[in-house]
């Protein structure tokens, strides 16, 4: 009991009325799917960093756990005192700020955006808003984030666990991955019909194929192949490799190397099968249905090239890595047979049935085009080139 009057406590208050009994401690560790996920985005060349408003020695020891580089925390009061040159200088040296307020998150987002970087910013109360507007990406907490910072946010994290954000970054590596893919796959291929018809025309030859066959392949193509892309999974490494220049094409100089090559040889391998087919004597219905023929074939061992960028087909892992493409192709080998003998598609199509030594040569110039187009990969390998 005190005094009467008492309008301040000492240490000699305390010390008579009061016996220590223990003391209690508490820590909030980071979850463990954290850790594993700080240490995958930092592989795939993604800087975490932590920005909180604790203290700077709880800050430092929390980001030390999670792997971050905490030997030097800013905090608040340090930011207070530095111009915005000072501020992007400062944050190149740690991950980890501390004693942090909503116009210092605020300022550290436009200070790595004005050092190059696109940001990323994760939030959930109400003072988050404004930092989470001006970051490129705002990501919002689902479970305990209020209205304000789903508002502000570009996306809502709806389990509220930093791991769904590495997870969602694999994902749209390998989503991306697969649009290239089907950029790689489709242009070159449509580039290899369109040669053929325009060499035959300026050569001054009988076409090579008609329009009603060249809508066929197209048909048949894209709801085989092209649609098997969709289900590719992600490459090996993609979340060890960088991210790509914000600024740099979806056609980079290397893919648009790929799709130049690929087409000249669809071109080279469908005009030797249709002229060869004319040479011995067979009819033009006959040479044309070769023709188309071994352009589907070439479409279908690309199909297998393109599934790594670079990397070797010559795997296991090409033909049963995925399903769906093999079952792909096995339906357009059937769709292809039934285009060449079915007396209706003959009659619809003007095909004629082939012998066995066309399909041999055909079969033979897939092949070797499908080799032509691992040397180019393995001579992208050796120039030390292992994405498009």
Known sequence: ELRGGTMALAMSDIDCRF?????????????????????????????????????????????????????????????????????????????????????????????????????????????????????????????????????????????????????????????????????????????????????????????????????????????????????????????RRPPRAPREPLVTRILFARIVYVSLLMVAVTLAVYEWELARGSSIETARTAAVNMLVLGEMVYLFNVRHFTASALARDTLLGNRVALWACLGLVALQLLFTYLPPMQALFHTRGLDTLSWLLIGVLGVAKFLAVEAEKWAWRRAGVHGM
């Open 19 to 239: 016996t220590l009994l223990g003391m209690v401690g508490m820590i909030d560790p980071p979850r463990p799917e954290a850790m594993r996920a700080v240490a995958e985005c930092r592989s795939a060349g993604i800087r975490v960093m932590m920005i909180t408003g604790d203290h700077a020695g709880t800050a430092a020891a929390i980001g030390r756990e999670l792997g971050l580089d905490a030997r030097a925390p800013l905090t608040g009061e340090l930011i207070e005192t530095m111009d915005d040159a000072a501020l992007r200088e400062r944050i190149r040296d740690t991950d980890v700020i501390a004693r942090a307020s909503p116009e210092h998150k605020q300022r550290l987002v436009a200070a790595l955006q004005a050092d190059g970087q696109l940001v990323a910013m994760t939030g959930d109360g109400v003072n988050d808003a404004p930092a989470l507007r001006a970051a490129d990406v705002g990501v919002a907490m689902g479970l305990r984030g209020t209205d304000a910072a789903k508002e502000a946010a570009d996306l809502v994290l709806t389990d509220d666990n930093f791991a769904s954000i590495a997870r969602a970054v694999r994902e749209g590596r390998t989503v991306f991955d697969n649009i290239k893919k089907s950029l790689l796959f489709i242009l070159p291929t449509n580039g290899g019909e369109a040669g053929v018809i325009l060499l035959a025309i300026f050569a001054g030859l009988a076409l090579p194929v008609t329009a009603a066959q060249i809508l066929w392949i197209n048909m048949v193509t894209t709801i085989t192949l092209a649609l098997a892309l969709a289900f590719e999974p992600a490459e090996p490494g993609v979340m």
